[in-house]
């Protein structure tokens, strides 16, 4: 236990004190929860370079601002502790690991990969265990763009099923779903769930009517520029889209863009993906992409991290708390999920690659930051120091330098709105 309670602030780093410094030191993931906690008098807008970032970030009462930087996922994250049977040093605590997928077919076909979180969802509703899903889809009016939804039907939940790739704030919407005083569930990035996680021990509410967390191993968020780029490539205008899925239809599926005039194109997930893209800065220093503050992860699991061809969809399956076990029990016996083998840490490794690296040298990235005299993220629970000792010293110093002079140089720095 004492190695999930250590707190690591390397180097005599420091956090951010303000949201000012969150958002102009590239830290804001733009969740959505300064909107949350002023209760929509802050709401979140898309700046010039297409992230999300609260509208205004200097006039924060007092108390608004220490309720946001208990939780800010620029300035803590920490994983839940649970009495989970197995712990890994890179995935975390768990009760299992499994291969899964939506019982249904056409709900497996419809989602991203196996449909896992949306069986999950629809589940939940359709048993009574929650009376709606707060969780992110498509803007009906502008499809390329994202936002937060609550659903209360299972119908509702496949409607906005898919992964949305480009900047969304799912708690934007936690105070209205907290306010209703029903039981709900929460779909969300790892994140987005760390600030969550941290809100419920100051709110109540949050563990007496959240029912359900879940979410996803992430792979970060990319700004809106990445899909813009591919509306230039096929001489689409944003305000002619009817429809821009990024994932689903098949394992992966294809990028689909349809305008109102009829019109379609679409090109594979790996030609999407050929390069990064444009992702949040954030995400370069993200202590937990792996969803520690979870009951339940689903993620993709394509050896290497590519997929090859389409295939049936299927999810790696996670899960890390008694609730989660109980969620998963339920849904396999309502023939809403199928658990298939299971699968170990290292396995996992071989489908995130990407993930075990950050893992890492992430420790090393944060000393960077402080180095360079910019706010780095405190983590609780997330074994930083034991993460960091496979990696040899030249890369550790590589990496800490690295860092350090694209801080210096201004690389992660942010403009913001007043």
């Known amino acids: ?30 969740c959505g929860l300064c909107e949350a906690v002023t209760v929509g008098r802050v709401p979140m807008h898309l700046t010039g370079y297409g992230a999300l970032r609260p509208s205004i970030v200097n006039k924060f009462t007092r108390q608004e601002e220490d309720r946001i930087l208990a ?16 712990t890994d040093l890179v995935w975390g605590s768990y009760f299992s690991m ?7 077919a056409e709900r497996r076909f419809a989602s991203s990969s196996g449909g896992v979180l949306t069986a999950l969802g629809c589940h939940l509703l359709e048993t009574k265990k929650a009376n709606l899903i707060l969780h992110v ?28 790739y480009g900047p969304v704030a799912p708690l934007a919407g936690l105070e209205n779903a907290l306010q209703l005083e029903e039981p709900f569930a929460i779909i969300a990035k790892p994140c987005d769930l760390g600030a969550v996680h941290r809100l419920s021990k100051i ?10 967390r879940l ?25 002619e889209l009817a429809l821009f899925r990024y994932r689903g239809f098949g394992n992966p599926g294809r990028i689909r863009v349809e305008t109102r005039d009829g019109r379609a194109f679409e090109i594979t997930y790996a030609e999407f993906w050929k390069d ?47 609730a989660g076990k109980e969620l998963l029990e339920g849904a396999v016996a309502s023939d809403d999920l199928v658990l298939g083998d299971s699968i170990t840490p290292r396995r ?21 930051l402080a180095q360079a005299k910019m706010p780095i993220i405190e983590t609780v629970g997330l074994r930083l120091d034991k993460l960091a000792e496979p990696l040899d010293v030249h890369r550790r110093q590589e990496e800490t330098s690295a860092t350090m002079q694209r801080a210096l140089s201004g690389r992660f720095g942010e403009p913001f709105r007043s």
């Open 348 to 368: 996992f490794d071989s489908f995130q690659p990407h993930q075990v690296r950050k893992k890492h040298a992430l420790l090393a990235r944060l000393q960077g």
């Open 203 to 212: 709110d109540d509410r949050i563990d007496r009517v959240c029912v359900a």
């Open 215 to 239: 979410t996803l191993v992430c792979g970060g968020q990319s700004r809106l520029g990445k899909s813009t780029e591919l509306l230039n490539q096929f001489g689409v205008l944003e305000s």
């Open 1 to 30: 236990m004492e190695q999930r309670n250590e707190t690591n602030l390397p180097d005599i780093g420091r956090t951010a004190t303000s949201v000012v410094e969150v958002v102009s030191s590239g830290l804001c993931i733009g």
């Open 71 to 86: 939780a800010c996922p620029g300035v803590i994250a920490e994983s839940r502790l649970e009495n989970a049977p197995h």
């Open 276 to 322: 990064e893209g444009d992702i949040e800065t954030r995400c370069k220093f993200c202590p937990d992409a792996l969803g520690e503050a979870s009951d339940i992860v689903a993620t993709d699991v394509w050896p290497g991290a590519d997929p090859t061809e389409e295939d049936s969809g299927f999810n790696g399956v996670i899960c890390r708390t008694q």
């Open 137 to 164: 889809g498509p803007d009906p009016d502008m499809p390329m763009r994202s936002r937060w939804r609550m659903s209360r039907t299972p119908k509702e939940v496949q409607r906005n099923a898919g992964s949305r």
């Open 98 to 104: 499994n291969y899964g997928w939506a019982g249904d």
